[in-house]
């Protein structure tokens, strides 16, 4: 399961530096005037997106991640708090000690 270690921090990540970027990020720019603070977040988030990508594409090439649970990490991916959703898929299968396969 050292597979799905590094998927649920990326998952984390990513859902961190988009709630940073909406909550703290955004507002500093709108309303306070300082565009640099959406630049220097807006990477990070960029970043942190791209390692769930790589994440998640690896977790699927290596058969720990169904078609139908990575879209649905991807999904919960651009929604914000989505990454707390997909940290229960992430204990469900810890728990069960199984791969997020779903069937169906």
């Known amino acids: 399961m050292s597979v799905l270690r590094p998927l649920q921090w990326a998952s984390r990540l990513e859902g961190v530096t988009l709630l940073v970027l909406l909550f703290v990020a955004m ?9 640099e603070a959406t630049r220097i977040v807006g990477t990070m988030h ?26 649905r990490i991807l999904a919960l991916a651009v929604v914000p708090f989505g990454f707390v959703a997909a940290e229960r898929l992430f204990r469900e299968a810890g728990r069960r ?8």
């Open 27 to 35: 507002p500093l720019k709108y309303a306070l005037g300082h565009p």
């Open 46 to 71: 960029g970043v942190a997106f791209l390692s769930l990508l790589l994440a998640s594409s690896r977790a699927f090439f290596e058969g720990v991640v169904g078609a139908k649970a990575l879209i």
């Open 97 to 104: 000690g199984a791969a997020l396969v779903t069937r169906g």
